[in-house]
Each structure stands twice: as structure tokens, then as C-alpha cells.
């Protein structure tokens, strides 16, 4: 008898292997899309120190610009107020100018309205007074004083020369020393009378114009004065304005890189969960069909790899970007403030790292282990005459390989965009492979083959080795203390 009934035919074994392959085909492809996000995390961290420069840039120049404007404000205060107490001295100043110039104009005119005439001057009769008239001296006003010179022709010795307020020097036949004596001392007395009838004060309307003036400049002087406030605070509006506007559009283009870099952290997010959604998926087939061979088995461990660890950006550009981990595959201690939100990257187990610590660098003294070992990859490690070949090369080859590793971890932790501590177990995995070599070189000499120091050291070089591995293998889980 027939069954009527037909069951479903389990699929054949190509079939099986080639729904195996798109699985894990699925999986390469999410995998490769997903090593993009370590550089996008990287390229983000950059990106908020820079906009956070930008702002301490953009409050520095706030700061700087308020700071000129106090300072001017100060000193055109200071000057102000100097000007203002230095009034009553300028009004002073300028009396003593006017009753000066006053003076000197009064002189001039009783100069002026002395003439000169033979009656006046002993030994000047009207000849030499016409003479004086012809050369333009006919008043007290008109010559200042009389000296001795060459003669016009050069000849005949010095004569006695008048010189005049206004023109050259002239010299009258007949007046020598005897008649040019009388002719000064007779201006002396003219001199002096009229400076007798100058008057000695400022006429009451030129002082009063004297203090209009005065005050009008105090008046001036003091109005400028009470509006440097107003001035300084509009000079402060405008700069506070100017920053806000520059804080708003930084504002407004961080905003506007955020948003873009969330979508694609969410991006990488959404892959992250596809790509444990198809580990599952591959995890599934393979408990329902079996193993395939080994080209399968090989393929499945590739593919069931968990995703590397990446480190998120933080939301504010507090923490320090810090140089890749010194192991493959260890992640560095997460913040407190992911270990609180619970935050973890989809695909990453252990959740979110903050690499590094802010304003910790490696030491400098990390130069000293690399200088040695470098002394020892180019000289060796005690070697003699005896020393074979291999064991030379074998600990040049170990001590280059020590120095290059010293280098990759020490390099990136004296940046200060990446600054971090070095791993922990470094120095204990330094020391021990510095006395690992030193103790071969020993068991390579016939002379200290034989003694417990070889052995001594080989063992302190073993526990150092392995406790520095183990530290360092420990360093990125949370709550590891950095060396």
C-alpha cells in the first residue's frame, strides 16, 4: 500500500555547503565593512579635540579683545583726567603767554613812537640822522645792537656795524666806536622806559576770554571722559556679539558633523548586530547539518571571530586620544562613564574603551631599556671567542625584535594627541629578556656553563617573562592599573 502522504526531502549536500558559504561569505563582508569603524573612531576623536580648540581659540580672542578694550579705556582715562587736573596750569600758562605777547606789542609801539633825533643822542648831529634815515633806522624799533666787523671792502680794519631788527647789517661813515656807544645806551633807555609802561596784568576782558576758553576745554574734556563707559561697554557688545556668532556657527557645524557621525556610528551599530545575527545564523546550520571537512572548520573559526574591540568617541572632547594597545586583541579599561551607562558596542563584547588617560605620557626613562638593548642587538650579548654563531645571531635577532616592540608602544604614548601609559608588564618583560639573554650568553661560555648562575638567572628571567605577559595580558580588562 502507497502513502499518501509525501515527506519533504532533506536537502542535498551541495545545497548545504553552498548555504554555508553564503553565510560565511555574509559574515567576511560584514566584517570588512566593520574594520572601518577603529578609523572613523579615531578620525572622530580628532575632530572633537579640534572644535574643542576652535572654541578655547575663539574664547582666547574673546578675552584678548575685552582685554585691549579695558586697556584703552584705562589709559584714554588716565590721559583724560590728567588733561582735566592739568587745567588750572594751562589757564596760568596761557595768561603768562597773553600778558607776554601784550607786553611785547606795547614795547614795540613805545619803541616805535621813539624817534631819533640829534638832541637826543650825544654826538649825533642831523647829518648822521639823515644818514641813520637813509639806511631805514629812524626809530629805537628799528636796529637791536652794534658791533664790530670787517670792513664792506675788506680793507682798512673793522668798523663798527648797527644791525638792524629786520634786514642786514649796515655801517655809517661817522659813527665808530665814540658815537656808537651813545646810540645803544640811548635804545637801552628807551628799551627800558617802555618796558616800564607795559602793562604788568591782563586786562579783565582777556582773562575772562582766557577762562571761557579754559572751561570750554574742561567741559569738552570731561563730556569725553563720561562717555568712556558707554563707549568701552558698546566696544564690549560688539565683541560679545562677534563670539556669539562664532560660538553659533561652531556650534551649528559640530552639530551638523555629530549628527553625521552618529549616523554612521549607527551605521556600524546596525552591522555590528547583522554580524552577530549571522554568526548565530552560521551557529544554527551547523548544529542542524554537521561539519563539512576541514576546509569548512577553517572557514567557521574565521568567521566566528568576535569583532575587535573599538573605542567610541566620548561625547565631549574631555578624554585624550591614547596609542593602540600593546597586545593584539586587548582592549584598553573602559571609562566610568560607559561602565555606568552600560554602553557597549554591538558585536564588541566588554562593551566600550577609553584609550588612554588625559595629560599622562610615557616616561622618558623607557629610553634607557631601548638603548640598551639596542647596544646589544649591534655589540651582542657578552659573547667570546666561543660563542657559536647561532646563539650570536639568535640574540641580536631578540634584542632588535625587544627594541622595535619598546618603540611601537613607546612613540605613539609620548604624543600628547595619543598620550597613555605604557602597558602594564612592560618593564617586567624587558627585564626579563634582558637577563634571559644574559643568561645564555653564560650558558654559552665554558667557563660559566657549569655554575648555578646561568640557571639562577634563566629562572628569574622565566618568572619575570611570564609575570610581565600576564600583566600585560591583563591590562585591558577593567579595573587593570597602568605602569
Do not use: C
Request: aromatic residues 4%.
Amino acid at each position: 500500500m502507497i502513502d499518501s502522504t509525501t515527506s519533504l526531502q532533506a536537502p542535498e549536500r551541495g545545497e548545504i555547503r553552498a548555504e554555508r558559504r553564503r553565510i560565511v561569505e555574509s559574515i567576511r563582508a560584514h566584517r570588512r565593512l566593520l574594520t572601518a569603524r577603529r578609523p572613523f573612531e579615531l578620525a572622530d576623536r580628532r575632530r572633537l579635540q579640534r572644535e574643542a580648540g576652535e572654541r578655547d581659540r575663539a574664547d582666547a580672542r574673546r578675552g584678548k579683545a575685552l582685554h585691549r578694550i579695558h586697556e584703552k579705556r584705562t589709559r584714554r582715562e588716565r590721559s583724560l583726567t590728567n588733561k582735566l587736573n592739568g587745567l588750572d596750569g594751562k589757564r596760568a600758562g596761557r595768561e603768562r603767554q597773553a600778558l607776554a605777547v601784550l607786553r611785547r606789542e606795547s614795547i614795540e609801539r613805545s619803541l616805535r613812537s621813539t624817534r631819533l633825533t640829534a638832541s637826543q643822542v650825544n654826538g649825533i648831529g642831523s647829518g648822521l640822522v639823515r644818514d641813520l634815515a637813509a639806511q631805514g633806522i629812524t626809530t629805537a624799533a628799528d636796529f637791536r645792537r652794534v658791533g664790530w666787523g670787517k670792513a664792506p671792502n675788506g680793507r682798512g680794519g673793522d668798523v663798527l656795524y648797527i644791525y638792524r631788527t629786520q634786514g642786514r647789517k649796515v655801517h655809517i661813515n661817522g659813527i665808530g666806536e665814540h658815537r656808537g656807544r651813545p646810540l645803544m645806551e640811548w635804545r637801552r633807555a628807551a628799551v627800558a622806559r617802555a618796558e616800564a609802561r607795559a602793562p604788568q596784568e591782563l586786562p579783565a576782558d582777556e582773562r575772562h576770554r582766557i577762562e571761557e576758553i579754559i572751561e570750554n576745554e574742561r567741559i569738552r574734556l570731561q563730556g569725553e571722559l563720561d562717555e568712556l563707559p558707554g563707549t568701552a561697554e558698546a566696544a564690549r557688545a560688539e565683541v560679545d556679539g562677534a563670539h556669539a556668532e562664532k560660538r553659533a556657527e561652531l556650534t551649528r557645524v559640530e552639530r551638523e558633523k555629530q549628527e553625521e557621525a552618529d549616523r554612521r556610528r549607527a551605521g556600524f551599530d546596525t552591522m555590528g548586530e547583522r554580524l552577530l545575527a549571522l554568526q548565530a545564523e552560521l551557529a544554527a546550520h551547523v548544529d542542524r547539518y554537521g561539519d563539512l571537512g576541514m576546509r569548512d572548520r577553517r572557514a567557521r573559526s574565521r568567521a566566528m571571530r568576535a569583532a575587535p574591540a573599538v573605542s567610541r568617541a566620548p561625547a565631549a572632547p574631555a578624554v585624550v586620544p591614547a596609542p593602540r594597545s600593546g597586545t593584539p586583541g586587548s582592549a584598553a579599561p573602559r571609562s566610568p562613564e560607559s561602565r555606568e551607562s552600560g554602553e557597549d558596542v554591538p558585536g564588541v563584547p566588554g562593551g566600550l574603551a577609553v584609550l588612554g588617560e588625559p595629560g599622562v605620557r610615557a616616561s622618558a626613562g623607557w629610553l634607557v631599556p631601548v638603548v640598551l638593548f639596542a647596544l646589544t642587538a649591534v655589540l651582542g650579548a657578552g659573547e667570546t671567542d666561543a660563542t657559536p654563531l647561532w646563539f650570536a645571531a639568535t640574540a641580536r635577532l631578540i634584542s632588535l625584535a625587544v627594541v622595535v616592540d619598546l618603540l611601537r608602544l613607546w612613540i605613539p604614548r609620548r604624543n600628547w594627541r595619543t598620550a597613555g601609559p605604557m602597558p602594564a608588564g612592560t618593564g617586567l618583560v624587558a627585564s626579563g629578556a634582558f637577563l634571559g639573554l644574559a643568561g645564555a650568553s653564560m650558558f654559552a661560555d665554558p667557563s660559566y656553563a657549569s655554575g648555578g648562575a646561568p640557571w639562577a638567572l634563566a629562572i628569574v628571567s622565566a618568572l619575570l617573562v611570564l609575570g610581565g605577559a600576564h600583566r600585560r595580558a591583563g591590562d585591558g580588562k577593567p579595573g587593570a592599573a597602568p605602569e
